[in-house]
């Protein structure tokens, strides 16, 4: 009861900015989530509202998720407090279908193609435009996702001093990389006189921190990968991932993969990446970011140490890629039938999405708000100066994630955009399903998981023998993955007829938007 109230009182305070707006402007109201705290009439709403002839409006979202998905509800069951552009996340699918069918959603698509240019250029940047693809239903567009990552956003990192003290000049096969991992665990490259460096490591029960050894293969366990039948396939049960678990228990046995992947004893970003005694870790490019706090903590306490991203090592067969992310991202904003102007709603959006607006509502002025040097952002202003202008206001709705996300720097987005073109191989063997809520793989998607994870970290660190995975792929069958590999083949196979339908009306009538 308590919560309710709380959540009616936020909804009483927010009830102003549903007010007209002043001369001919339309008002535009919209649901904001980790919205900074700002006034109605601060530095950055001044400037939207010059810059698209409307009266900005917005309603801060609680960061609750339960406490979040509440509001929204409540505020698009009462035409007097739905809000014109609603933010919501894949929770309220059922609730998205419930609005949909009472016609409270408005069709984005023609909006799109009369006025959508610069989201139809990013999206088609960062993947042919498959991301309005994970929204578009039968020529329909009611909802529009917003955050979608990069083709590739994770790399393989190593210390590129420990490399120069063993004259290693690249890394570029498995076989260098193990040969890599053992030369940092045996032969103090740290040259304190003892043996208390670790080879690859990243935090508890983390698969990813092992891609380099699966990628090699060209598999994943979690993934869907595409057969030369047109059929798809869970990566847990191929071949290539006996294969790889093979050379990943092999490793582990001889020290070279660390044990905090087990116990969990150390924590990622505040203690095994700034403590600088590990050869490597698979993870985001973002912790190479000059501006990231923990590599600076390694710098601090490793004088001369240097991470550096390496490009994907090749397997036995020469295959190599990074990971690829999925295309279709997640959270979504959906235009109500309260608004007046879907119009000036879509030029909104449209316009977060400028390439030189986005750096502005994120960052403000150079010179006044941030400064570059040598490539690299820094801020002029303290967090709470910046709220105050309301700067990021915007910061989770449409957010840029290429060059013009400086905030990481040349650095940052040097190395993500090496991962995304590392990631294209694998990208091009992997099927994404859009329809991520799927009966049987709610049914069995537990069970299977807790399966798979309890046999694959049983092989890596020799508590069973490898040939065990043979009979791992016998008991996931028999617990419901025969279930969920044909409705899985089902979905894909529907997903390609509605892909097809999608190209021919994002080819003829979004896609001349950038002519």
Known sequence: MKKFICLLLVLFVALPAFAMGEGTRPTITITLPNAVETEPDSWIVQTINDQFDIDLKWVSLPTDADDQMTQINLMMADKSLMPDIVYFTSSSAREYEQWKAAGILVDMWPLLAKGGKNIVDYYEKVGTGDALFSTFEDGHLYRLIINVSEPGSTGTIVRKDWMDKFGIESITTLEEYVDY?????????????????????????????????????????????????????????????????????????????????????????????????????????????????????????????????????????????????????????????KCTDPEAAMRLLDGIVDPEFSILIKNGVEGVDYEMNDGEYKPLLTKDELNVKGIRLFANVLERKDEYNIEIGVKGNENFAKSQEAAMPLREKIAFIREKVRPANTEYSGDLSALYQTYFWSIITGEMPVDAFDTFVEEWYAMGGAEIEAEANEYWAAQQVEFDAFRTAYEAELLPLLK
């Open 181 to 337: 991992l053992s030369k940092c665990v045996n032969e103090d490259p740290d040259g304190n006189g003892e043996k208390d460096t670790a080879g690859l490591s990243g935090g508890k029960g983390d698969m990813m921190a092992l891609y380099p050894f699966f990628a090699a293969y060209g598999t994943f366990p979690t993934e869907w990968f595409l057969q030369e039948d047109g059929t798809i396939k869970y990566g847990a049960v191929l071949p290539e991932t006996k294969q790889a678990l093979a050379a990943i228990a092999d490793a582990y046995a001889k020290g070279l993969i660390d044990s905090n992947l087990i116990s969990g004893a150390k924590k990622f970003s505040s203690e095994l990446y700034p403590e600088g005694k590990t050869a490597s870790f698979y993870t985001w490019c973002y912790y190479l970011t000059p501006s990231y706090s923990p590599l600076a903590d390694f710098r601090a306490k490793n004088v001369g140490g240097d991470y550096i991203r390496i490009d994907p090592v090749a397997g036995p067969d020469g295959f190599a890629s990074d990971r690829p992310s999925d295309p279709y991202g997640q959270n979504y904003v959906a235009i109500t039938n």
